[in-house]
């Protein structure tokens, strides 16, 4: 089959959707290759992370070709594109990002676009209001356009048929492994690096993500305050490293801590290349994410595939990612967030449940097996092509 991407975030965007289409390419290009891939990318002179899919010299590249189109990126990913696909026999095209070109259902190539999540509905006030009705407005053409949905969680699947009212039937869950970094033997002496050049403490809760409202890190503040009245009485609170993007919700935090005098209890950690990420995994107690609504929440994944106990919200999706033996908390209980990063820290048996339950949900998510789901969604799609040529021709 000669298959078309959307890799304008592959291409472009370091982390969420550029992990995610990258994610997919290779996978696909490593576990199927008898297929012929095709990459359609608006910006020849913007592809910082292209590289980074190690099947790239056996995919084909293509930017737009006419000036015109140079000149107006945007708009060739949108309609222009339509011409290219047609020209190099583009069977079926996925929309990676939640779009699909305008009028793709008119030109014969079947098409396929992944939803990761519709917060913007769900939670609008997180978004701007003229995002929103940019991003209703693609999302929702997409959904009715495509052939087949590809929905990354269970949850985003009954937003999907929540808000868009698309039909079950036309909707594939497949979920996103994470990089084979975070399950790949890491050298002591690579951890103790580590360790030194960013002053790392021997134990520590860790957080990775946006350092964003919705994101909820606040709740862990509060449990780190709850933690340390507890423990007047005897003992040191395991300290939190968040590693993320500086914000303002992240002065708001610093500012709450210093007030209930535990400042020392939170590090914030801006810039950490990815390759010293899953470093960061290995070394920590137990990992926390409790944001209130995601897609899917790879860094629960991406934390058990590591062997560290995961602690997450309940309210969306974060137990399909995370699996059964790890903790999750409601996202406005300071106690209980505690408790969990408690048990989750505390040798025993529970920690090593977690971890061991962990690391066999984590196998679930193989490339193998992710990419025998997404061929089943792409021939789901021609199947469909096929049944209404003949419905036509009877």
């Known amino acids: 089959m000669k298959i078309g991407f959307d890799a304008k975030r592959a291409a472009q965007n370091r982390t969420g959707l550029g992990n995610y289409s990258r994610f997919v390419v290779r996978t696909l290009s490593e576990q199927m290759p008898q297929n012929d891939y095709h990459l359609y990318a608006p910006r020849e002179s913007r592809t910082p992370y292209i590289g980074e899919i190690p099947t790239l010299g056996d995919l084909g590249l293509h930017f737009p070709e006419r000036a015109a189109w140079r000149l107006l990126p945007s708009l060739w990913r949108s309609r222009g594109i339509l011409a290219d696909l047609r020209r190099d026999g583009i069977e079926l095209y996925h929309g990676l990002s939640n779009e699909l070109p305008f009028g793709i259902s008119g030109t014969g190539c079947r098409s396929v676009v992944t939803i990761h999540d519709l917060i913007f509905v769900h939670c609008p006030e997180y978004y701007h209001p003229i995002d929103r009705l940019i991003y209703n407005y693609k999302f929702g053409r997409a959904c009715r356009e495509a052939d087949r949905v590809v929905a990354v969680s269970e949850f985003t699947k009954r937003e999907v048929m929540r808000y868009y009212g698309v039909a079950e039937e036309k909707i594939d869950v497949v979920y996103q492994g994470c990089d084979p970094a975070f399950g790949a033997p890491i050298a002591r002496g690579t951890l103790d690096d580590v360790r030194r050049r960013y002053s790392l403490p021997p134990r520590f809760v860790l957080y990775v993500g946006s350092i964003e409202r919705r994101k909820n890190l606040m709740l862990v503040a509060q449990a780190a305050a709850v933690a340390a009245k507890r423990a007047r009485g005897g003992g040191v609170p395991v300290p939190v490293v968040a590693v993320g993007r500086h914000t303002p919700y992240e002065d708001e935090i610093r500012a709450y801590l210093h007030k209930e005098g535990i400042a020392e209890a939170f590090r914030f950690v801006h810039g950490v290349p990815f ?13 926390v994410y409790p944001s209130r609504i995601e897609g899917f929440g790879i860094p629960m994944l991406e934390a058990i595939t590591s062997g560290v106990p995961a602690i997450g919200c309940t309210g969306s999706c974060l137990e399909e990612a995370g699996g059964p033996d790890s903790l999750y908390v409601d996202p406005d209980d300071a106690p209980a967030m505690a408790d969990a990063i408690e048990t989750a820290c505390a040798d025993g048996p529970r920690r090593s449940r977690m971890i061991d339950g962990g690391r066999d949900y984590a196998l679930r998510f193989s490339d193998e097996r992710l990419a025998r789901d997404l061929m089943e969604t792409y021939r789901r799609a ?11 021709r009877s």
Do not use: C, I, V
Request: charged share 25%.
């Open 382 to 392: 021609m199947e469909g092509h096929k049944a209404e040529n003949t419905a036509r």
């Open 275 to 287: 390759a010293d990420l899953p470093s960061f995994y290995r070394l920590a107690t137990a990992f």
